[in-house]
Antibody, heavy 121, light 108 residues
Framework: QVQLVQSGAEVKKPGASVKVSCKASGYTFTSYDINWVRQATGQGLEWMGWMNPNSGNTGYAQKFQGRVTMTRNTSISTAYMELSSLRSEDTAVYYC??????????????WGQGTLVTVSS | SYVLTQPPSVSVAPGQTARITCGGNNIGSKSVHWYQQKPGQAPVLVVYDDSDRPSGIPERFSGSNSGNTATLTISRVEAGDEADYYCQVWDSSSDRVVFGGGTKLTVL
C-alpha cells in the first residue's frame, strides 16, 4: 500500500532553516510528483510547490521563491523540503502529497502524516 | 491572483443532503478537486476533476461545476462526515495551486 512517512516535529529559531523529509513506499517513487502543502494552526491549506522525483525538476509558489528548496534521494525513495530564513509566520504543519496522475495533474491522492514546524525564539 | 471562496460553515442533520460551494471567477472552466480533513489528520481526496470519485470514496459524495460556482454534495449525511472540506484548482495564469479557505461541516 502507498505510504508517505514524514520526519518528526521540529523547533527552530527565527532565521534558521528546517529540512523535512518524506519517505515513500508502496509504489515507484520516481513515477509521481511530490508536492508540499502547509497549514498553520486553525488555518487553511497553502501550496508551496512541486518536485518531479525522476528529473528533479521543481516549481515553487512565488511566495516561497528564494526560501524553499525541494530535493530528493531516489536511492531511498525520499523527498525533502527545506525552508530557510524562518519566521514565526512559518509555524505550521507541513505535508508532502503525491500527485495521482502521470503526467502530473496537481491532484493529491496520498498525503504524509504531517510535520509540525514551530518557529520560536 | 485567483481566489476561491467557500462558506466558513455548513450545518446539516443526519440523513439530509449537504451542499458546500466554492466560488471563483469562471471556475467552470477549471477542474475542481475536493478534500476532506478531519481534526488532526491529513486531507483526503473525495472528488477530483469536478465530479469523479477516487476508489473507496462512497457514492454519497458527488461534485458539479458550472459558471462561477463548484459544489460538493454529500447525500445521506452521516456523523462521520463531519470535517473541514477544501476545494482546489490549478490557476494557470499565476502558475500555482489554489485552495479555498475551507468549510466546516457540522452534523447536527
Amino acid at each position: 500500500q502507498v505510504q508517505l512517512v514524514q520526519s518528526g516535529a521540529e523547533v527552530k529559531k527565527p532565521g534558521a532553516s528546517v529540512k523535512v523529509s518524506c519517505k515513500a513506499s508502496g509504489y515507484t517513487f520516481t513515477s509521481y510528483d511530490i508536492n508540499w502543502v502547509r497549514q498553520a494552526t486553525g488555518q487553511g491549506l497553502e501550496w508551496m510547490g512541486w518536485m518531479n522525483p525522476n528529473s528533479g525538476n521543481t516549481g515553487y509558489a512565488q511566495k516561497f521563491q528564494g526560501r524553499v528548496t525541494m530535493t530528493r534521494n531516489t536511492s531511498i525513495s525520499t523527498a525533502y523540503m527545506e525552508l530557510s530564513s524562518l519566521r514565526s509566520e512559518d509555524t505550521a504543519v507541513y505535508y508532502c502529497a503525491r500527485d495521482r496522475s502521470i503526467p502530473a495533474a496537481l491532484i493529491y491522492d496520498y498525503w504524509g502524516q504531517g510535520t509540525l514546524v514551530t518557529v520560536s525564539s | 491572483s485567483y481566489v476561491l471562496t467557500q462558506p466558513p460553515s455548513v450545518s446539516v442533520a443526519p440523513g439530509q443532503t449537504a451542499r458546500i460551494t466554492c466560488g471563483g471567477n469562471n471556475i467552470g472552466s477549471k477542474s475542481v478537486h475536493w478534500y476532506q480533513q478531519k481534526p488532526g489528520q491529513a486531507p483526503v481526496l473525495v472528488v477530483y476533476d469536478d465530479s469523479d470519485r477516487p476508489s473507496g470514496i462512497p457514492e454519497r459524495f458527488s461534485g458539479s461545476n458550472s459558471g462561477n460556482t463548484a459544489t460538493l454534495t454529500i447525500s445521506r449525511v452521516e456523523a462521520g462526515d463531519e470535517a473541514d472540506y477544501y476545494c482546489q484548482v490549478w490557476d494557470s495564469s499565476s502558475d500555482r495551486v489554489v485552495f479555498g479557505g475551507g468549510t466546516k461541516l457540522t452534523v447536527l
